[in-house]
């Protein structure tokens, strides 16, 4: 296989075979083809979404111990220190507040992210609380457990225009999910009409090409209108902590590599970073609150929240303009 011929067959927008795709995720990181796949990757992501980069921002509402015991997560219960410790939620008004900052901020969509312990029927109301903080035009989407039909229904009701959702790597023996509950999770949103936010991750350094080509295939199978390809970050105390992590130069070969067999997902989020802007990535978080990939109380607050005017800087550095208002797509038909 010729690392062009794939390139060429991208360009023509032509669907690759699986073992084109495993091929990329093969790549040298730091290899004359590599840095081939980044330049195609950007060509095609600024084409793809006229040079407009967008940045998105997670309210994290509460903290754990969480049953569903990721193995790469600070809110797991099997990695607390106190498994039976005491939930911790943010006030309503931090979030309220929260919300309120981000809309004025620029940001061009507002996800509400809680653990699968949250409580459902207390996350619809602050859903239709932050939705009339922020006005009609925001998107707003959730992020909590695993949603039956009827919830993603009373979702779509209280104002929530989508849903961020993955079957994440090795699901059901990383995590105490069956890929099964996400995928039905993700097709129940889809009949209440709530768009989807994915992405390919927590990608670690022991997952193979070919695991992390089947993963993509799963992201892209599902129709997403925004997609991501990331890291898993080494959090302090979790199981997946001695694993390590993968480079950027990694990431950005990976994130180059998905966005050459997807050729409809405008906007794939990653790390923050010029050298991920410059690789295909044009969306990234920004994230205040209880944070799944820290174990700061408040990920702004010395953790890993970076700022809208931070991302900002970094994608106009980068050759991106950002773009001003509401995301667009979100409030439309799925
Ligand atoms: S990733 Fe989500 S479901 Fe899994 S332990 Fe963390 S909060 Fe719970």
């Not at 015991?69 to 943010?90: G, H, L, Q, T, W």
Request: one cysteine or more; glycine letters at 8%.
């Amino acid at each position: 296989m010729n690392i062009r011929e794939i390139i060429e067959k991208s360009f023509a927008g032509e669907t690759l075979s699986p073992e084109e795709s495993v091929f990329l995720y093969r790549v040298d990181p730091f290899s004359e083809d590599a840095f081939t796949m980044r330049w195609a990757a950007l060509k095609q992501s600024m084409e793809l979404a006229n040079g407009i980069a967008e940045i998105h921002a997670q309210i994290g509402m509460d903290s754990g111990p969480c049953p569903k015991d990721c193995e790469f997560c600070s809110f797991a219960r099997c990695n607390s220190k106190n498994p039976n410790a005491k939930r911790r939620e943010a006030p309503v008004r931090d979030i309220l507040e929260y919300a309120k900052i981000y809309t004025e901020q620029g940001a061009n969509l507002i996800l509400l992210l809680s653990t699968a312990a949250y409580d459902f029927e207390k996350y619809l109301s602050l859903c239709e609380r932050v939705r009339e903080a922020v006005g009609k035009e925001m998107p707003l989407l959730a992020n909590t457990g695993d949603l039956t039909r009827e919830q993603a229904h009373s979702l779509k009701k209280a104002g929530i225009n989508g849903i961020y959702h993955a079957v994440r790597l090795r699901e059901g023996r990383a995590t105490g999910i069956p890929p099964e509950t996400r995928l039905a999770t993700i097709e129940n949103a889809r009949r209440a009409s709530l768009h989807l936010s994915t992405c390919l991750e927590p990608i670690g350094p022991e997952h193979s090409a070919a695991e992390i080509a089947e993963s993509a295939g799963i992201c892209m199978g599902a129709r997403p209108l925004t997609s991501g390809v990331g890291r898993r970050v080494a959090v302090p105390g979790t199981k997946t902590e001695a694993l390590g992590m993968m480079s950027q130069p990694l990431n950005a070969l990976y994130a180059a590599a998905y966005r050459l067999t997807d050729h409809r997902t405008k906007l794939i989020a990653s790390v923050h970073s010029e050298l991920m802007a410059n690789s295909g990535s044009n969306l990234s978080w920004s994230e205040v609150g209880s944070n799944p990939r820290d174990t700061h109380k408040k990920t702004e607050k010395g953790g890993r929240g970076r700022t809208i005017e931070d991302i900002k800087r970094i994608f106009e550095e980068s050759g991106w303009q950002v773009r001003k208002g509401p995301s667009p797509g979100w409030t439309d038909s799925p």
